[in-house]
């Protein structure tokens, strides 16, 4: 998702592609369906328990768009080398996809207590010695 988005960037740091061809792809590939907008509206109606790791997505999403910021300043300044920026954009990049499989494993949970009813009892199950039952 937002991993993909930052690949693009990528091949323009290492000079394999040029920034107008970076913004051509990402008008091709861009989905208003998809915008994080809705996607901060349905968790904050329907799903708060995904809060916290949105949260650390969006943080992470602000990082990948500072740097990416911080490289096309310097490439309409005509510093179309973007190599020195290549450390810290592989780091992020890696990061986020460790957030987004942890975002995207957090909706399959909240997927099958939703689709689940009984789940939503599971805190409240006790034995018949009032011991909480770990299902």
Known sequence: ML????????????????????YDMLNKKSDPKNSFENMLMLVGVYFPRLR??????????????????????????????????????????????GIEKKFKDEIVREADFINRPWMRLWPYLRDNKGKRVLL
């Open 52 to 97: 916290g790791v949105l949260t650390e997505l969006l943080s992470c999403r602000e990082s990948l768009t500072s740097l990416v910021a911080r490289f096309e300043r310097g490439y309409k300044n005509g510093e179309i080398d973007g190599a020195r920026f290549l450390p810290e954009f592989n780091k992020v990049v890696d990061h986020l996809g």
């Open 3 to 22: 991993g993909l988005y930052g690949l693009d960037y990528g091949y323009a740091m290492q000079g394999k592609i040029t920034l107008d061809q970076v």
